[in-house]
């Protein structure tokens, strides 16, 4: 059985720094591409960032870029997603999630494997 799970997330105040943990189980992913998306309160799940297999190509949604770092150890078979410079507007389920194929992508049915989520808060 393949599970992701999620750790590192917490309650932080603006201008906080956050490292989310996805370590993977049940299957290698060393040969596929990863991501990280969140869904807020009343809002549709969002892409945050992704990173090919070899962590040699990376995305990132203007919203986080030059703030949110996506990285991978593939001996470890796991995803990490440094998060600095927290604001309020990324409070959030933040998901770990896994493709089938090795490039990266950005929506959510480009994934095949997701995680249960972990919660990040910054108040305002």
């Known amino acids: 059985q393949v599970q992701l799970v999620e750790s590192g997330g917490g309650l932080v105040q603006a201008g906080d720094s956050l490292r989310l943990s996805c370590a993977a189980a049940g299957r290698t992913f060393s040969s596929d591409a990863m991501g990280w998306f969140r869904q807020a309160p009343g809002k549709e799940r969002e892409f945050v960032a992704a990173?090919?297999?070899?962590?040699?190509?990376?995305m990132y949604a203007d919203s986080v870029k030059g703030r949110f770092t996506i990285s991978r150890d593939n001996a470890k078979n796991t995803v990490y997603l440094q998060m600095n410079s927290l604001k309020p507007e990324d409070t959030a389920v933040y998901y770990c999630?896994?493709?089938?194929?090795?490039?990266?992508?950005?929506?959510?049915?480009?994934?095949?494997?997701w995680g249960q989520g972990t919660q990040v808060t910054v108040p305002s």
């Open positions: 999630a896994a493709r089938s194929f090795a490039g990266v992508a950005r929506k959510p049915n480009e994934f095949r494997y």
């Open positions: 990173i090919n297999w070899s962590g040699g190509d990376t």
